[in-house]
């Protein structure tokens, strides 16, 4: 039940494209303990299905924007397969310190970062 509840959570947050892996590899890391890497790549097995099913219903509504996509994907590719060879190289503790470090430092910037963009537009 534990993992459905997660996987939930993770599913709903996917779909407004936020990242369900800012919930997922956190809820799974506490509540079902297990190693770093593979809650990492639960939370990328996850994110196939999610993120087609979120991407047809943002066609649908034609909220995608495919000439700025294409790039990035192309990109992320070269960068996922870099990513994943240097995530399998590091040991789990170490792994774990760099995604909390990493949410931290996202977390802070959408706290602090959000209210000076506002102030610059509104001048």
Known sequence: ?????????AGIISGMGIGGGAILIPALVIFVKPEQHIAQS???LFFIPTAIV??????????????????????????????SKLALS????????IFGVFLLLMGLYEIFGKGRKKKVNNV
Not at 1 to 9: C, D, K, P, Q, Y
Not at 59 to 71: D, H, L, Q, T, W
Not at 90 to 97: D, E, H, P, R, S
Request: net charge positive; glycine share 12%.
């Open 1 to 9: 039940m534990t993992v459905i509840l997660i996987g939930l959570a």
């Open 42 to 44: 639960v939370n990328l």
């Open 54 to 83: 979120a991407l047809v219903i943002h066609i649908k509504n034609k909220n995608v924007n495919f000439r700025m996509g294409i790039p990035i994907v192309i990109s992320g590719l070269v960068g996922a397969v870099l990513g």
């Open 90 to 97: 590091m040991n789990g503790t170490a792994l774990k310190c």
